[in-house]
């Protein structure tokens, strides 16, 4: 069997467990948009977007802030020696639109409650905050 090939018990399984997920988060965060793949709200200061991968199975957060100024050479810097001690995710700087941003991916491969579901957000937070701080600092 390649990794691929699951079976019909297999793919339903996991297409149940991303909408499950993705029913709880609309029940517990005020989405601003959504599509089929992605929601997108504001947390904590941040513009969140968290998209889902039935396939996989994965759930991908993306925290993104506005940086005031253009970065500079050291922060490109930082955010590489960010990224060499970052466990979770990884960080990176976007001077096209200006804002930093940090993305963790969780694998989804059991249903999540309320309270797992924002610890995993909440520590997602603390490594961008971690970050962002840093490199404004």
């Known amino acids: 069997m390649n990794h691929c090939d699951l079976s019909q018990s297999e793919q339903r399984k996991r297409k149940e467990i991303a909408e499950h997920t993705r029913k709880m988060i609309l029940s517990e965060l005020e989405i601003e948009s959504q599509d089929e793949i992605s929601l997108m709200a504001g947390y904590r200061d941040y513009y969140l977007q968290i998209s889902f991968s039935e396939l996989h199975p994965l759930l991908v957060f993306c925290l993104a802030k506005a940086l005031e100024k253009p970065s500079t050479a050291r922060q490109r810097q ?60």
């Not at 590489?80 to 976007?94: F, K, P, R």
């Not at 963790?104 to 579901?117: S, V």
């Not at 995993?120 to 840093?134: F, M, N, Q, S, T």
């Open 78 to 137: 930082m955010t590489n020696e960010l990224n060499l001690h970052s466990i979770l995710g990884s960080h990176a700087i976007n001077d096209e639109v200006g804002c930093y941003s940090y993305r963790a991916t969780q694998w989804l491969d059991a249903e999540l409650d309320a309270p797992r579901f924002f610890e995993i957000l909440d520590r997602c937070v603390d490594e961008a905050d971690r970050g962002y701080v840093k490199l404004t600092a």
